[in-house]
């Protein structure tokens, strides 16, 4: 089947520090990879996508690369900030047929000052 | 407009009241999602419409009554809800159905079965 694992959370950091969240897939299929932030009390917002093997996404500082070779789509920012604190969610979709994002449990990112 | 707003933003409703919660784009996307959250959970795929025709449902049960009115309306009716179906429903579109294109999603209906 599909699935997305990400790291287990809360990840927390003071500010300014760099950040990783780990974030690697199963797919029968050739898929599509995503990266949404869930900020409190709010919706899924879109930060980055990639749509093939070693395309890079990137948005506001943050980055991930679509890694064939290890299934994973590793999300990076080189320094956060307090107002990066939210849930961040991995999602894939299968790149044939109708639309079915896969979402990851999600990790939520605290910054301190 | 590349917006998706979804009404009302919180709903507290008995388990015999009647209530709809509906979603609007206008980006001239021909998809729309509705997704449920619950606490601390990513989002569940309930329902896909697809140019105005629904084209998944998730096995939902039919308490929820999603329509498409038009190719901007997505409505998701409630009926006889049970206190677990408490959640954030989320509406989302995207511009076909078909791989590829990327879901913009509403903040949400904080919903409350009592």
């Known amino acids: 089947g599909n699935s997305v694992t990400q790291m287990e959370g809360p990840v927390t950091l003071s500010e300014e520090a760099f950040l990783t969240i780990n974030c690697t897939y199963t797919?029968?299929?050739?898929?599509?990879l995503f990266w949404y932030v869930q900020y409190p009390g709010e919706g899924l917002q879109l930060l980055l996508k990639?749509?093939?093997?070693?395309d890079k996404g990137s948005n506001k500082g943050f980055e991930a690369t679509y890694r064939k070779e290890t299934t994973s789509f590793h999300l990076e920012k080189g320094s956060v900030q307090v107002s990066d604190s939210a849930v961040y969610f991995c999602?894939?979709?299968?790149?044939?047929?109708?639309?079915?994002?896969?979402f990851g449990t999600g990790t939520r990112l605290l910054v301190s000052p | 407009d590349t917006e998706v707003t979804q009404t009302p933003k919180h709903l507290v409703m008995g388990m015999t009241n009647k209530k709809s919660l509906k979603c609007e784009q206008h980006?001239?996307?021909?998809?729309m999602y509705w997704y449920k959250q619950k606490a601390k959970k990513p989002p569940e795929l309930m329902f896909v419409?697809?140019?105005?025709?629904?084209?998944i449902n998730e096995s939902v049960p039919s308490r929820f009554s999603p329509e498409c009115p038009n190719s901007s309306l997505l409505n998701l009716h409630l009926h006889a809800l049970q206190p677990e179906d408490s959640a954030l429903y989320l509406c989302?579109?995207?511009?076909?159905?078909?791989?590829?294109?990327?879901?913009?999603f509403g903040p949400g209906t904080r919903l409350t079965v009592l």
């Open positions: 989302a579109s995207s511009q076909g159905p078909l791989a590829g294109n990327e879901q913009f």
């Open positions: 797919a029968t299929g050739y898929p599509s």
């Open positions: 990639a749509t093939k093997a070693d």
């Open positions: 999602a894939l979709i299968l790149n044939t047929g109708f639309q079915k994002l896969v």
């Open positions: 980006m001239g996307h021909r998809a």
């Open positions: 419409y697809s140019y105005e025709k629904l084209s």
